[in-house]
């Protein structure tokens, strides 16, 4: 038998699979593309995680691209992290090209141009879907996290979150809990101090320091209500096709601290209400990251952790991540060691950093009687990858350098126009554009100090009045009226309103 077919049988019996799968190119030999050698994923382990890497201009994102249309394709919803602005292309149809024609003649697929069911979400005032979380959501782990507390300054977050849960006082945005802080080392200090602990008021004072940071990072739009709801990135059309959530992050690529931060806190969202999965045979979600050194770059070790164990977890909910970056080394040890799917595109050997990054990546990679790994790295043409993928049992398919399809849709991005239109005809982004106004941590605590003084002054009047001295008895008792006015204020918001979700939520516990 030759060469050629010899490697033709090895791809096409290492790529047989029981379950339904997505083929994303042909498998190449010495530089030429096997013609119907494909290359498949089963959709089985596609909660197995990934990562597509390569150097700059070497086909990563629209790797990224391909993928996730077939996913769509297979009714399973995507969520995309664009940091470039770049992915928007998605919801319209590909004009076609003579280059697109002759690399799936080659690879042996027919191309078909068509778009794909789009929702376009954002982090600021762009428009689309707006992605919010109440700081009471974030939780105290979490918040810590963000502002970057020192111990101390974690415990009094903890405190002052722990007295907001048990006053049923809602902290929705940075203000509320600004106010709390306030409150908890004037008017409040003592009810807090006895029941909860200290609260230094150089510790106070830094917080309110480093939260004035954050809102000057632009922070503050992204903390309030209403808050999204992660099950509205499992939707599918009615054809059943999935919906792909492209998060425009443009603006925020110069604030890295912000988007891990934002990253960890959806992940944790959707894996506190995401259903376990058990045995499922396709995954529910799949999540890519493009520039992904961003969530790694400048975070800490415990941030690192957190993102690991998280990245664990959350396979159990049916839900794959794939990481999309330069380097494997962006990405830790500790996620990368976790990873199914690898779609290395060409690596460039100009200095000897180079080189021992092509190495070491060649490590990472199957042995294979058919390639020098090192060397198929640095050869390896745009739009070209080496693959790996994990079968039904768990065990990775043949390595394969392969030549991907193209993109159904377009590979530029969208106009002002087009991306205007779409919003237009979108039901979320109605749904969360809506102004929710309700009272919260700060208007409730505003109106417990007038109280409080208006009372105080009353009595005052009083005892001045009726110059009795048992002002201490009624004062007590007073104390007693504006605790139960407060009360009333209080049923009205809660009922009429969400109750503070997961305050010491799902962060708390797994994320030791
Ligand atoms: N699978 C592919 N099919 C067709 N053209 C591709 C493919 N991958 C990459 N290209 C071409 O290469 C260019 C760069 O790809 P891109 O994905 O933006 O690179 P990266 O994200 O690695 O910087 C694209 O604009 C496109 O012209
Ligand atoms: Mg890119």
Do not use: C, W
């Amino acid at each position: 038998m030759d060469k050629k077919q010899e490697f033709f049988d090895f791809i096409n019996a290492g790529n047989t699979f029981k379950g339904d799968f997505i083929t994303i190119g042909a498998a190449m030999l010495e530089g030429e593309t096997i013609t119907d050698a494909h290359v498949k994923v089963p959709l089985q382990t596609l909660n197995r995680h990934g990562l597509i890497a390569g150097a700059t201009g070497t086909g990563k994102t629209k790797t990224l691209q391909v993928l996730a249309e077939n996913l769509s394709d297979k009714g399973i919803p995507v969520l995309l992290m664009d940091m470039k602005g770049d992915l928007s292309g998605i919801a319209k149809a590909s004009p076609g090209h003579p280059k697109i024609d002759e690399r799936h003649q080659k690879i042996g697929l027919p191309f078909e141009a068509k778009d794909f069911p789009v929702e376009i979400l954002t982090l600021s005032e762009q428009n689309g879907v707006r992605l919010r979380a109440t700081v009471s959501e974030f939780g105290p782990v979490l918040f810590s996290r963000i502002i970057d507390a020192t111990a101390a300054q974690s415990g009094i977050i903890s405190i002052l979150f722990k007295y907001s849960d048990d006053k049923k006082l809602p902290l929705l945005d940075l203000k509320d809990f600004k106010k709390i802080l306030q409150y908890a080392t004037k008017e409040g200090k003592v009810e807090v101090e006895e029941n909860y602990g200290r609260i230094g008021p150089s510790s106070a004072g830094s917080i309110l320091r480093k939260i004035v940071e954050l809102e000057q990072q632009g922070a503050d739009i992204f903390f309030g209500e209403k808050s999204f709801e992660t099950n509205d990135l499992t939707r599918v059309t009615e054809e059943g096709r999935g919906v792909i959530n492209i998060v425009r992050l443009t603006d925020i690529q110069d604030k890295p601290g912000l988007f891990s931060t934002f990253m960890l806190s959806l992940l944790a969202e959707i894996y506190s209400t995401f259903p376990e999965q058990g045995d499922s045979d396709r995954p529910e979600l799949v999540i890519f990251i493009d520039e992904a050194h961003l969530i790694f770059k400048e975070a800490s070790k415990a941030l690192h952790n957190q993102i690991e164990s998280i990245v664990k977890l959350i396979r159990s909910k049916g839900v794959g991540l794939y990481f999309v970056t330069q380097n494997p080394t962006d990405v830790p040890e500790g996620v990368l060691s976790q990873l199914g799917l690898k779609v290395q595109h060409a690596l460039r050997a100009f200095t000897a950093k180079d080189r021992k990054a092509i190495k070491l990546t060649a490590e990472n990679y199957p042995d294979s009687p058919y390639y020098d790994t090192k060397t198929v790295l640095t050869s390896l043409g745009i739009g070209e990858a080496l693959v790996s993928a994990l079968d039904e049992k768990g065990r990775p398919t043949p390595l394969a350098a392969t030549m991907l399809r193209a993109p159904m849709s377009r590979m530029d991005i969208l106009t002002q126009k087009e991306l205007d239109t779409i919003n237009k005809n979108s039901e979320l982004v109605e749904k969360y554009s809506e102004v929710v106004d309700r009272d919260s941590a700060y208007e409730l605590l505003n109106k417990k100090i007038e109280k409080a003084n208006e009372t105080e002054a009353k009595e005052k009047a009083k005892a001045e009045r009726k110059k009795t001295s048992s002002s201490s008895r009624s004062k007590k008792s007073s104390s007693k009226t504006t605790q139960s006015a407060t009360t009333k204020a209080l049923v009205k918001v809660l009922t009429s309103a969400t109750v503070i979700r997961g305050v010491f939520g799902i962060l708390g516990k797994m994320l030791k």
